[in-house]
């Protein structure tokens, strides 16, 4: 069964950090693109970033309101992938959601609060 | 600023058709922009209903279709059921590796 479980949300102060975490299964997870998505309370969805995979490159791109802040990881080996979160901003308050080409985590909730 | 455009809302009759559409605040959809869309019900992770313009995910029935209609994206619900009631999200590649989410559509069966 093809599963993406994501982990390491919770509150956090304005301009702290955190790494949140996704372990995938059940596919060939080094063959995939991985791309991370979130989704502020009563909002719509909004792309955060991606990763490549090895053979393309490995390289990372990201959408504007988190370029320079956020930073996308991968571990093939653990089958895992990374977001790691600095500078964060209330706005940033959000469930993430960690998605391969079709398969979706269930996502995990980020608190930006003071 | 590119912004991806989705209706707010629509409403469909049980077993009716409806087409959902997915467009850009200048400019034209084309299949180079990998229409991709989503299902997703209040609390719920979302689910990947077609991708690159008309692949349907494993599993989606086949009520569910997408396509390029004139400039927009498009994705049609054929016979529409009372569990369709969900909303519904494209999201387009821009390029320079950019990928953007229209706002959404809130989809009644009524």
């Known amino acids: 069964e093809v599963q993406l479980v994501e982990s390491g949300g919770g509150l956090v102060k304005p301009g702290g950090s955190l790494t949140l975490s996704c372990a995938a299964s059940?596919?060939?997870?080094?063959?995939?693109?991985m791309s991370w998505v979130r989704q502020a309370p009563g909002k719509g969805l909004e792309w955060v970033g991606l990763?490549?995979?090895?053979?393309?490159?490995?390289?990372?791109d990201y959408a504007a309101p988190v370029k320079g802040r956020f930073t996308i990881s991968r571990d093939d080996s653990k089958k895992m992938l990374y977001l790691h979160m600095n500078s964060l901003k209330t706005e940033d308050t959000a469930v993430y959601y960690c998605?391969?080409?079709?398969?979706w985590g269930q996502g995990t909730l980020v608190t930006v609060s003071s | 600023q590119t912004v991806v455009t989705q209706e707010p809302s629509f409403s469909v009759s049980p077993g009716g058709t409806v087409t959902l559409t997915c467009g850009l605040s200048?400019?034209?959809?084309?299949?180079?922009?990998?229409p991709t869309w989503y299902q997703q019900t209040p609390g719920q992770a979302p689910r990947t209903l077609i991708y690159?313009?008309?692949t349907r995910s494993s599993g989606v029935p086949d009520r569910f279709s997408g396509s390029i209609l004139g400039n927009r994206a498009a994705l049609t619900i054929t016979g529409a059921q009372a569990d369709d009631e969900s909303d519904y999200y494209c999201?387009?590649?821009?390029?320079?590796?950019?990928?953007?989410f229209g706002g959404g559509t809130k989809l009644t069966v009524l």
């Open positions: 998605k391969a080409a079709t398969p």
């Open positions: 059940g596919f060939t997870f080094s063959n995939e693109w």
């Open positions: 990763i490549k995979r090895k053979v393309d490159g490995g390289t990372t």
């Open positions: 200048s400019g034209s959809v084309s299949t180079s922009y990998y």
């Open positions: 690159s313009t008309n």
């Open positions: 999201v387009l590649y821009l390029g320079s590796g950019i990928w953007m």
